[in-house]
């Protein structure tokens, strides 16, 4: 058999190199890959469905599916997951102490349905009882102005969402005391440059991911990865063999890192991040697969729903190709 020539776009990660350099082949596939950010990947599968295989985020990929509009099918891997306690930037001078003291105020947003946005919405009115319709949305680029949504949306009429001027940045605008706070999955550069003003809404983030996770068990997944549905249907074989590549790969990096000879980070601390990590969240902290990831799905699932951005409550079966729903064993 002929391997299939295939595009492959996704994020440079210590999960996915092996994959790249070519230590973990994918059975059948002859890949081209090309190491994208993760909004360019985003834009241009989403908008022109330039790649084969790419990350998707998992927000516009729900969009899509619920639309019936989806160009891509996923298979349950999830090469970003992250906990969004640091993504909340907000003016300490504005009278911001606690997330509810956000009632009320403007926030900025690179894209209303971003998945690290649907995510800290969830936060918000989960565990702090601030739902989206009480904040007025602020949307635009965090440093470069213009930035639109990918995909269309039709919100709920209690949800305000307003674009920033056309010559502003998100970061200008908090710098500038223009809006409260900014949630974001990047760094505004108004916060790394060490303003005195602006600081984390949570002033231990980790310690507050942790106590989240040890009451509901949920480590968010940002992205997932799809492939072409004309691919797949012509290849059934294809998304297995895609995912058994990608569970490989992250097994090669774990066992990397976990060899302590030499640190294979350029950070002090990694072996000892990593059995925190392992004693707080279990030995496959970062599981892939869909039957572990079923309650991280349908919180995801329920926010994505309840905040307007999905016509109607997908169920977790319907993300992913059926062959990778369950696997065999020995």
């Known amino acids: 058999m002929t391997n299939l020539r295939l595009s492959v ?11 790249v350099d070519g230590t973990v082949p994918v059975e ?12 360019e990947i985003f834009f241009r599968s ?14 516009s990929y729900v969009v899509s599916l619920a639309k019936g509009t989806a ?19 907000v003016r300490k001078d504005h009278g911001i102490h606690s997330p509810a003291d956000l009632r009320g105020r403007r926030i900025g947003v690179p894209e209303y349905q971003l998945t690290a946005c649907v995510w800290a919405r969830a936060l918000l009115e989960d565990e702090y009882g601030v739902a989206p319709g009480e904040i007025t949305w602020v949307r635009g680029g965090l440093e470069e102005p213009g930035r639109v949504e990918k995909i269309e949306l039709n919100l709920p009429g209690n949800v305000q969402v307003e674009a920033a001027p056309a010559d502003r940045s998100l970061s200008q605008m908090l710098e500038a005391g223009e809006i409260d706070a900014i949630i974001s999955p990047r760094v505004p550069s108004c916060f790394a440059a060490g303003n005195r003003n602006i600081g984390w809404i949570f002033e231990d983030p980790i310690a507050e991911a942790l106590a989240y996770f040890e009451k509901t068990g949920i480590f968010p997944i940002m992205h997932l990865v799809g492939i072409r549905r004309s691919v797949v249907e012509a290849n059934p074989w294809l998304p297995t063999s895609v995912m058994k590549a990608f569970v490989k790969a992250k097994a090669h990096c774990l066992a990397h890192l976990s060899d302590t000879s030499a640190t294979k980070v350029t950070l002090p601390f990694i072996e000892e991040q990593l059995q925190r990590a392992r004693t707080a969240m279990g ?8 039957e572990a990831n079923i309650h991280v799905l349908d919180a995801f699932l329920d926010a994505h729903y309840r905040q307007g951005l999905s016509p109607r409550r997908v169920e977790h079966a319907e993300l992913f190709h059926p062959a990778t729903l369950s696997t065999f064993r020995v």
């Open 71 to 89: 160009n891509y099918v996923a298979i349950p891997v999830f090469p970003s997951r992250a906990f969004r306690h640091t993504s909340f930037y």
């Open 28 to 39: 059948g596939v002859d890949p081209t890959y090309m190491r994208l950010s993760p909004e």
């Open 46 to 59: 989403f908008r022109n469905g330039e790649f084969d295989i790419c990350e998707m985020s998992a927000s």
């Open 283 to 290: 030995e496959d902290f970062w599981s892939y697969g869909y």
């Open 9 to 19: 776009a996704i994020g440079d990660y210590d999960r996915t190199r092996p994959l």
